[in-house]
T-cell receptor, first 113, second 113 residues
Framework: EAQVTQNPRYLITVTGKKLTVTCSQN?????MSWYRQDPGLGLRQIYY???????DKGDVPEGYKVSRKEKRNFPLILESPSPNQTSLYFC????????????FGPGTRLTVT | AQSVTQPDIHITVSEGASLELRCNYSYGATPYLFWYVQSPGQGLQLLLK??????LVQGIKGFEAEFKRSQSSFNLRKPSVHWSDAAEYFC???????????FGKGTTLSVSS
């Protein structure tokens, strides 16, 4: 089944403890992206990647890192999480830049205490 | 700058009644527009999209949307709402070159019996 998977789905952590949220897609998509969803704000893009080793900042990149070493994987790294990063995170992929339509993973709910 | 406005934060509709969710966008060129639905605890599912051509687009689950350039609108409609349609709905416009989707803040739909 064609899909975008994220792990973990739920995570509670403490301030300053490094964490990684994994994202993987099995559709051979070139483009991948991370969004965060907050009540009343909708979804906002954190980072995106147009292909392996090519990443760029979205609208809210502060406090996050990403890497794209393989086409199928696009992990989101929080090196020193803070409570304002408590949010619902979505990974998305698209066949290629310019295709415009994005396919979303199930989401990861992160709580930072 | 590109933006999407969903004027209604929350709408309640009786089961079997018709539905219209409003979406206004700001974009300098021909927009690529989307409607996504997010059921509780789920990821985002694409309902329909508009790229060009016929301004009335059909989507899944009996939804349709009409693109009106003169009004900068892309309203979502359904003739008869089912209880399972209760969810949060997001309108989105693609950034130039497809590097991101810009989302509205969402409209929560409740369905009463």
């Amino acid at each position: 089944e064609a899909q975008v998977t994220q792990n973990p789905r739920y995570l509670i952590t403490v301030t300053g403890k490094k964490l990684t949220v994994t994202c993987s897609q099995n559709m051979n998509h070139e483009y991948m992206s991370w969004y965060r969803q907050d009540p009343g704000l909708g979804l906002r893009q954190i980072y995106y990647s147009m292909n392996v080793e090519v990443t760029d900042k979205g609208d809210v990149p502060e406090g996050y890192k990403v890497s794209r070493k393989e086409k199928r994987n696009f992990p989101l790294i929080l090196e020193s999480p803070s409570p304002n990063q408590t949010s619902l995170y979505f990974c998305a992929s698209s066949p290629e830049q310019g295709t415009y339509e994005q396919y979303f993973g199930p989401g990861t709910r992160l709580t930072v205490t | 700058a590109q933006s999407v406005t969903q004027p209604d934060i929350h709408i309640t509709v009786s089961e079997g009644a018709s539905l219209e969710l409003r979406c206004n966008y700001s974009y300098g060129a021909t927009p690529y527009l989307f409607w996504y639905v997010q059921s509780p605890g789920q990821g985002l599912q694409l309902l329909l999209k508009y790229f060009s051509g016929d301004t009335l687009v059909q989507g899944i689950k009996g939804f349709e949307a009409e693109f009106k350039r003169s009004q900068s609108s892309f309203n979502l409609r359904k003739p008869s709402v089912h209880w399972s349609d209760a969810a949060e709905y997001f309108c989105a416009v693609a950034k130039w070159a497809g590097t991101a989707l810009i989302f509205g803040k969402g409209t929560t739909l409740s369905v009463s019996s």
